[in-house]
């Protein structure tokens, strides 16, 4: 079960799941895999905007990368080695890559209380569901890890195509194939919110029928076709 909450200039995001036995169902207290997932990819992100930020005549990526051997290639040459190497420096075409778009911070993990969960006011509290026949909700005797992402307000500013392009086209260069796109997990101008839609070369969800430039219009449209 995933919840989100916005605090002020902090949203979390509370995972859980149930425990698979006989009896009361109850809440395990392990972090959805999909969200570790999200999570293990901002040490990534946090590489790449260093390396561009000092090293950025150090940085040439393969153009139109399509394999899984061209998306690790060019995962690596954001790397220390990368950089020494410049593997794709002299190849025709060569991306020198000099800046990266904006992305969504993360500022890591932190644990909530059961009890306080439950003492916010009814509309703000995390529901209770029932799925595949097993309760999920929040126990005030139990504590629950939580991801802090950068709050993005909602400003009702619409998505820049440019902009939501430029994300797209970093995203593929560096290594990552997104899974199929969804417009709402995009805010204005053209930020991506839930980074678990991206995919290392090293996942399981990596496919190269799924790592390909990705258009802009793909999101956009779907916005004026609902």
């Known amino acids: 079960m995933g919840w989100m909450a916005s605090c002020g200039k902090w949203k979390s995001t509370i ?16 972090p959805d895999i999909g969200r570790c997932n999200g999570s293990a990819r901002m040490p990534l992100l946090q590489m790449i905007h260093v390396a561009t930020e000092h090293y950025p005549d150090s940085i040439w990526l393969k153009p139109n990368p399509r394999t899984f051997s061209d998306a ?4 690596h040459a954001f790397s220390d080695e990368g950089r020494q190497q410049k593997l794709f420096r002299d190849a025709p075409g060569a991306v020198n890559h000099t800046s990266t ?7 890591g993990w932190t644990t909530l209380r059961g009890e306080d969960l439950c003492a916010l006011r009814p509309d703000a509290r995390p529901p209770e569901v029932q799925m595949d026949g097993l309760a999920r909700g929040i126990s005030p005797t139990e504590s629950y890890c939580a ?12 998505l ?9 086209d970093f995203f ?3 290594g990552f194939c997104l899974v199929p796109l969804r417009s709402e997990n995009w805010k204005g101008p053209g930020i991506l919110l839930d980074l678990a839609d991206l995919i290392c070369p090293w996942q399981a969800g990596w496919f190269s029928s799924l790592y390909r430039r990705r258009q802009a219009e793909e999101i956009t449209q779907s916005l ?3």
Do not use: H, M
């Open 224 to 226: 004026a076709y609902p």
């Open 15 to 30: 995972v859980s799941r149930p425990s698979k036995y006989s009896g009361t169902p109850r809440l395990r207290k392990t």
């Open 172 to 174: 593929w260069l560096s």
């Open 147 to 158: 991801i802090l992402y950068e709050f993005l307000p909602d400003n009702s500013c619409a």
């Open 101 to 107: 778009p904006r992305t969504r911070k993360c500022f």
């Open 72 to 75: 690790v290639r060019n995962l």
């Open 160 to 168: 820049a195509a440019d902009v939501l392009q430029s994300q797209l």
